[in-house]
Structure formats: C-alpha cells, structure tokens
C-alpha cells in the first residue's frame, strides 16, 4: 500500500547505532595500571572537534544498512584517531581523503600515510567503507607517564596488568559492535603479532567471527619495509578482494 513504512525503513542506520557507541566509550570501573594514562579523544581538550568529525564521517559512510568486514588496529595514538577519532586517519588525511575540514589540529602520522595510499589502491574512501569499517580491538588508547610530565604510547599488550584490566571493556565492546551490523564470516586484524595473538584467543572464547586475517601493521611497514611500500598494499588489497570486496 502507498505510504506505508517498512520494517526495514524504522530501523536506524548503522550509522546510527555505530556513533550510538563509539561517543560512550567509558573505562568507568576499570583500575589502570599505576603509571597508566587514558588516550581519550573523545573526552580530551578537544573533545567538541573529535565528535563533529566522528559524527560527520559516519553520517558519510555508513548512513545505510549494508553489513562491513572489520578491519581492527591496536588502539588509538596520539597522532592517528588520538586526534580524530577515526583509526588510522590524522588530520592530512581526514581532510585529503574523506573531505571533513579539521578546525585546530594538524597531526602527521606515518601509519595514516600508508592506510590512505592503500584506501586509494582499493577504489578511493567511497568505496573502502562502503564494505569495510575500520576501528581498533581496543577502542581507546593509553599512555605510559615518564619523568616530568612526559608521556608516551602505550598499546594495551604492553603491560600484562593492563591487558588484564581492559579484557572485559574489550569483549563488550566487539560484541557490540559485531551486533550493530558486521560481517562475521571473516574479520582483518592489523598487526600480525601480539594484536594478531590476542584477538585470535579473545575469538576462540567469544566466537564472533568465523575466521581472522592478519595483517602486517602500517607503523611496521612504514618503519621497516618503506622500500616494499607496494608489496604491503598490494596484500592488503588481495586480502579484501578475497573477501568478497568489489
């Protein structure tokens, strides 16, 4: 019947029930390691920025209800989604390629170089995350307190205690967002070591994806393989075209 409204048309986008999500992320409850800092740029001094380009790129690219493979990093830094909220994206790259202007920050992240070279080498933002969403295990960073105010990154691996700690956060939080519209048939971790090892065990217990493909991380390529920056491209690609990516 004429005007009539579906199902399919009430229920919101994944755009939606994604931001719904990761603008409450909270570590409430949770004791950190002494020495043990949040990265929290959605409650950090430029919090307001954060959330408008967060919110502006999901309202870009996933105002639909097609489900997307995962590709999942580490943990946010200081450069990359410490600084827009958007894993592996600084601010050169948020305004090159996914157009939303960054008002107050400039941020240069070698990792978010490569990301992006390989987004384009798969068909340009439009078509990377029209069937990929990209985030991290653990969806907020740390930094690790050194002398007189200094701070560096810190992934949450590196520290026993504090990999303890977060384990919960981290489950609620793939469960989450494997339920707000994924893929579960295959899943990309980035990084094929300790992320690789600690996602393949979380998986065994959780059983969220039916199999997971490593990757080998940006900051490794960009540090060690710079020469063979192709090559790694080029895996990545195959591994979503392997994947059903079109």
């Known amino acids: 019947m004429s005007g009539t409204i579906t199902s399919t048309e009430l229920r919101p986008m994944l755009a939606d029930r994604l931001l719904r999500h990761v603008l409450s992320f909270s570590l409430h409850g949770v004791d950190l390691p002494k020495g043990v800092g ?15 380009i967060v919110t502006t790129f999901h309202r ?9 493979v995962l590709m999942l990093g580490i943990n946010p830094g200081r450069l990359g989604a410490g600084s827009t909220g958007l894993s592996f994206t600084d601010t050169k790259r948020c305004e090159s390629d ?6 107050g920050l400039r941020t240069h992240e070698p990792s978010s170089d490569f990301f992006y070279r390989m987004i384009r080498a798969a ?7 029209s069937q990929v969403y990209v985030h991290a295990i653990c969806p907020l960073g740390f930094v690790k307190h050194h002398g007189a105010g200094n701070a560096i990154n810190l992934n949450y691996y590196d520290d026993p205690a504090l990999e303890k700690a977060v384990t919960p956060f981290v489950e609620n939080w793939l469960r989450t967002l494997v339920g707000c519209g994924m893929r579960t048939d295959v899943a990309f971790c980035i990084g094929t070591g300790k992320n690789a090892a600690y996602f393949g065990k979380l998986n065994e217990r959780l059983q969220l994806f039916d199999r997971i493909v490593a990757l080998e991380h940006p900051r490794y390529v960009m540090q060690y393989k710079a020469k063979q920056l192709d090559v790694y491209i080029d895996k990545y690609v195959d591994a979503l075209v392997s994947a059903g990516f079109s």
């Not at 949040?38 to 408008?52: A, H, I, M, T, Y």
């Not at 870009?60 to 997307?68: I, Q, V």
């Not at 996914?98 to 008002?103: A, E, F, G, N």
């Not at 068909?123 to 995350?129: E, H, I, K, M, Q």
Request: glycine residues 10%.
């Open 38 to 52: 949040l990265l929290d740029p959605f409650n950090g001094e430029n919090s307001d920025e954060v959330r408008r």
């Open 123 to 129: 068909g340009g933002a439009g078509a990377f995350y």
């Open 60 to 68: 870009a690219f996933y105002s639909d209800n097609t489900p997307r």
């Open 98 to 103: 996914l157009l939303i202007p960054v008002r």
